[in-house]
């Protein structure tokens, strides 16, 4: 669970709980202050325990998806995270402005793709192929690119190297933009939708009012 939502439960549930839960055991059924104390534990857990269990099953909800799937999709963009990072340091060490441009574009992409998928779970089964290959692949290819720019003296072997995977980097990005689109689809068939309705409305012949009819015909 985000850390935001359970350090939120923590302060406005559980807590408040567990003072409640004190003052009626100490002064209202007489306990003692260890005992009273224990069960105000006892009392703000279960109380951030059941809150807890509460908003986890209104996510699943409104992202359509179990608990296995939510926690494993949070898992795999736990796991991008990182490598969004790499590629953006490996991208700003790159001194070709062209090519700098274009690996911006890319990484511009790359985290749109991310975030989309970070804000809505289920999406993440349209960008499985970025996840699992295309981002892995963009990510190794931008830091030897990097690593092979960075040197001060480049041969005949190094720059043809260089010439190579800034190629294979800008077909990637190609790729990586289809990723996108593929995220995207369901909006764009349902925008496609609502624009052939707008059109057959717009379209559609109007009628006349029958006294503008009758003026027209005289």
Known sequence: MNFLIALLIFTFVSIPASILTWLISFFALNNGFLTASGISVVA??????????????????????????????RKNLKEAKPKLQRLRKAFFQVRDIAAFKQQLDTLRVANKIYSI????????????????????????????????????????ELLISLQDTKSALRDLSHVIEEDLNQVLSNDIDKLNFELDVVKKITLKPKNLDPNEESRRIK
């Open 117 to 156: 998928t970070k804000k809505e779970p289920k999406r993440f089964y349209q960008a499985e192929p970025f996840y699992y290959s295309h981002l892995d692949s963009m990510v190794e290819l931008a830091e030897k690119y990097a690593f092979l720019s960075s040197q001060p003296k480049k041969n005949s």
């Open 44 to 73: 703000g857990i279960t109380a951030y325990l059941i809150t807890n269990g509460i908003v986890k099953a209104k996510t699943f909800k409104k992202y359509n998806i179990s608990r296995k799937e939510y926690v494993y999709i």
